[in-house]
Structures are given as structure tokens and as C-alpha cells.
Nanobody, 124 residues
Framework: QVQLVESGGGLVQAGGSLKLSCAASERTFNHLGWFRRAPGKEREFVAAIRWNSRHTYYADSVKDRFTLSRDNAKVMVYLQMNGLTANDTAVYYC???????????????????WGQGTQVTVSS
């Protein structure tokens, strides 16, 4: 059972930046991703990383603004978010997938473990 703990959320003005962190209790997964859920909306994919290859994948809405990186020794992943807008306001969840099927990396159904989430609020 992988435990995931997110941190780094908060309130920021539009155009600002935040860096989210996710700490995993053990390295028994292949993909680690970020999803978000805005009020009244469905959960949506934000970004993910294939742990061994370090290949990263992004939603079109955050590409060129968000950057995902990992620290293998600490089993942590970081989501650097720049150019934030009100549309980025949501609860952000870290998730880990045991499976390594690339075609499912953007699907929340492929992830086995979830963190509690961290709130990101962007004021306009």
C-alpha cells in the first residue's frame, strides 16, 4: 500500500507560481500523476511521469506552464506551476499506478493509490 502525501498548495494571485510536492512511502509504482478537481467539475488529468524513464506527459491546458520532476532517492515528485490562472483553481491530487501501460497514463482509473489532495486557489 503506497501512501501519498501532497503539500505546497495555497492561495496565489493570477500569474503567480506554486510548487506542489508529493511524497510516496515506497517505490512500488510505475507511473505517478497529478489530477485536479475544480468545484462542480469532473476530475481531470494534469500531468504524469513514467518513473523509470522520467518521461513526462501533460494536459494541453497546462503544457508549457507546468513542469513535473522527480527525486528518485526521496521518492518524491514535484509539480512546478507557473502562469497560474483562475481556471487552475482546484484540489490537486497525487496518484500512483502499479501498472505501466502508457496508453492509460492520463486515465484516473489506471491509478491505484491517491493522496488526500491539496487546495490551489488562484485569485484573479
Amino acid at each position: 500500500q503506497v501512501q501519498l502525501v501532497e503539500s505546497g498548495g495555497g492561495l496565489v494571485q493570477a500569474g503567480g507560481s506554486l510548487k506542489l510536492s508529493c511524497a510516496a512511502s515506497e517505490r512500488t509504482f510505475n507511473h505517478l500523476g497529478w489530477f485536479r478537481r475544480a468545484p462542480g467539475k469532473e476530475r481531470e488529468f494534469v500531468a504524469a511521469i513514467r518513473w523509470n524513464s522520467r518521461h513526462t506527459y501533460y494536459a494541453d491546458s497546462v503544457k508549457d506552464r507546468f513542469t513535473l520532476s522527480r527525486d528518485n532517492a526521496k521518492v518524491m515528485v514535484y509539480l512546478q506551476m507557473n502562469g497560474l490562472t483562475a481556471n487552475d483553481t482546484a484540489v490537486y491530487y497525487c496518484a500512483a499506478a502499479r501498472g505501466g501501460i502508457l496508453s492509460t497514463i492520463r486515465s484516473h482509473a489506471a491509478y491505484d493509490y491517491w493522496g488526500q489532495g491539496t487546495q490551489v486557489t488562484v485569485s484573479s
